[in-house]
């Protein structure tokens, strides 16, 4: 009888090199596999790019909050709906890298910093390098997600020393104008191509629960897996439906479509961290448990994500050590570019 693997994956399924060439009918075949195949392939994938034990914890900073021009229609930080959220200035440097220490000791080796911009203004640039200098002064990875960039933007952010820009896209390029009309789904390919080419690692995902159908969910992944280069981090976002905004009353996600999301991600971008992201607030141990085995890897910590609430660093603990699993290093995704210092150079591996 021929190995599970063989009998039931579509064929190159298991390529050992990530594949850019995904065909629609591939992944709708992916979705469709019996869950124990599924997941199967997924940790398969799973175990021959990464210690199956490690996941990476994130923490999330939102430098400036509400008031955004956009229009994203699960935001509770758009200035065109009515959710309540007060805006606020860009914090000072100082504030965003105590935060950042506070967040090492809490155990997280990436810090997230997010500012509710369609993209950030030439007089702020000078600000969000010196975060990026001085967050990456404690040894952590840096990530920014500030909106658009500007090749000139994106370059200062690299010499900055930035290890990640990250950069959703959201939903299928056919179901993007549903869910955001201020900008195409183009524009963030156009962004996506500068980070990239900057050297800049990527961190591109999108959201499930938004009324797509099962077709936009391939398509959302094949459009990250046939870009160039995969994403070096690949957050899944489950909606997490806020009063106010147009997506506000969306139906609630079947888990095992999430966890079916999860390892059609893993398989297609074997190499990339793949994060289980917003909704995590309302998962249970078990759905969590689950995603990991389906080969989530990456999670954020801390008891809120950019406005939203997330699972606390105690129940947080209490879950990693029931499931055994260890805290993954800086820079030890396999995919990472070589990480830059505060002065843009290169660095020596240690
Ligand atoms: S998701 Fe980002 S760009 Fe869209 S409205 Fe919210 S803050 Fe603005």
């Known amino acids: 009888m021929a190995p599970l693997t063989e009998q039931h994956l579509p064929a190159d399924a298991l390529e050992a090199e990530p594949r850019h060439n995904w065909a629609r009918e591939e992944v709708e075949a992916l979705f469709a596999l019996p869950f124990a195949d599924l997941t199967f392939a997924a940790q398969t994938a799973h175990r021959k790019n990464f210690d199956a034990n490690e996941v990476q914890f994130s923490q999330l900073c939102s430098i400036k909050t509400g008031g955004c021009p956009e229009d994203c229609g699960y935001c509770n930080q758009s200035s065109k709906f009515d959710t309540g959220l007060p805006a606020s200035k860009l914090m000072e440097v100082q504030k965003v890298i105590d935060e950042a220490a506070r967040a090492k000791e809490g155990g997280a080796t990436r810090f997230c910093m997010g500012a509710a911009w369609r993209e950030p203004k030439d007089r702020d640039m000078a600000t969000v390098e010196a975060m990026v200098r001085g967050v990456k002064a404690l040894g952590m990875e840096t990530c920014m997600t500030l909106g658009m960039l500007s090749t000139e933007q994106t370059e200062r952010l690299g010499d900055a020393g930035l290890d990640y820009y990250n950069h959703n896209i959201d939903t299928s390029p056919e179901y993007y104008d549903q869910v955001i009309t201020t900008r195409t789904f183009q524009d963030r390919l156009d962004t996506l191509a500068r980070v990239r080419e900057a050297g800049i690692n990527v961190c591109s995902g999108g959201i499930v629960g938004m009324g797509e159908a099962d077709s936009d969910r391939a398509g959302m992944l094949m459009a990250l897996a046939n870009l160039p280069e995969h994403p070096q981090s690949v957050p899944i976002n489950a909606l997490m439906p806020t009063t106010g905004t147009p997506l506000g009353s969306s139906d609630a996600l079947n ?56 699972p606390g660093k105690d129940h947080d603990e209490a879950l990693m050590e029931r499931l055994g699993i260890r805290s993954m290093p800086a820079h030890a995704n396999p995919s990472e570019k070589p990480s830059r210092g505060s002065d843009g150079r290169v660095q020596a591996a240690e």
Do not use: H, W, Y
Request: glycine letters at 6%; hydrophobic letters at 50%.
């Open 255 to 310: 888990p095992i479509e999430f966890v079916r999301m999860i390892a059609v991600a893993r398989i297609m971008m074997p190499k990339s961290v793949v994060r289980l992201s917003a909704g995590r607030e309302n998962m249970s141990d078990e759905m969590q448990a689950l995603c990991f085995l389906a080969g989530a890897n990456s999670i954020f910590v801390g008891d809120k994500l950019l406005t939203t609430a997330n």
